[in-house]
T-cell receptor, first 114, second 112 residues
Framework: EAQVTQNPRYLITVTGKKLTVTCSQN?????MSWYRQDPGLGLRQIYY???????DKGDVPEGYKVSRKEKRNFPLILESPSPNQTSLYFC?????????????FGPGTRLTVT | GIQVEQSPPDLILQEGANSTLRCNFS?????LQWFHQNPWGQLINLFY???GTKQNGRLSATTVATERYSLLYISSSQTTDSGVYFC??????????????FGKGTKLSVKP
């Protein structure tokens, strides 16, 4: 089944404890990105990647890192999480550059930082 | 940047009723998608529809790109249709970022 997977789906952690949210897609997609969803602010893009080893900042990149060592994986790293990073996170992928192709979303990761 | 407005913000229907959700956008787009966010928070792709009309079962969508709006039709609504419906676009001149700009959504509640 063609899909985008994320792990973990739910995570409660403490301030400052490094964490990684994994994202993987099995559709051979070139383009991948991360969004966060917050009440009143909607969904906002954190980082995106047009291909392996090519990543760039989205609209809200502060406090996050990403890497794209393999085409299928695009992990989101929080080096020192803070409570304002409590959010619902989505990974997305598309066949090519995001503006011209349908984007598919993972199931979401609900993160709480205390 | 591009603005995406959805209406109505809230909608309550009796099971079996039909509805139309609207999405207006302020500039030319390359990509327009409709999503359903279910009560568990998952974003489900409904339509990729930068222009034209598509149908999938009880749902259909129409985008008139020249007039900068899209409509999502839900017929014979069911309780499982409840959730938030989002319209999202990628601005035509948005460069390589390709980020989807989401509207605020329409919250649909279908009562049995």
């Amino acid at each position: 089944e063609a899909q985008v997977t994320q792990n973990p789906r739910y995570l409660i952690t403490v301030t400052g404890k490094k964490l990684t949210v994994t994202c993987s897609q099995n559709m051979n997609h070139e383009y991948m990105s991360w969004y966060r969803q917050d009440p009143g602010l909607g969904l906002r893009q954190i980082y995106y990647s047009m291909n392996v080893e090519v990543t760039d900042k989205g609209d809200v990149p502060e406090g996050y890192k990403v890497s794209r060592k393999e085409k299928r994986n695009f992990p989101l790293i929080l080096e020192s999480p803070s409570p304002n990073q409590t959010s619902l996170y989505f990974c997305a992928s598309s066949l090519g550059l995001g503006q011209s192709y349908e984007q598919y979303f993972g199931p979401g990761t609900r993160l709480t930082v205390t | 940047g591009i603005q995406v407005e959805q209406s109505p913000p809230d909608l309550i229907l009796q099971e079996g009723a039909n509805s139309t959700l609207r999405c207006n956008f302020s500039d030319s787009v390359n990509n327009l998608q409709w999503f359903h966010q279910n009560p568990w928070g998952q974003l489900i792709n409904l339509f990729y529809i930068p222009s034209g009309t598509k149908q999938n079962g009880r749902l259909s969508a129409t985008t008139v790109a020249t007039e900068r709006y899209s409509l999502l039709y839900i017929s014979s609504s069911q309780t499982t249709d409840s959730g938030v419906y989002f319209c999202a676009v990628v601005e035509r001149d948005g460069g390589s970022q390709g980020n989807l700009i989401f509207g605020k959504g329409t919250k649909l509640s279908v009562k049995p």
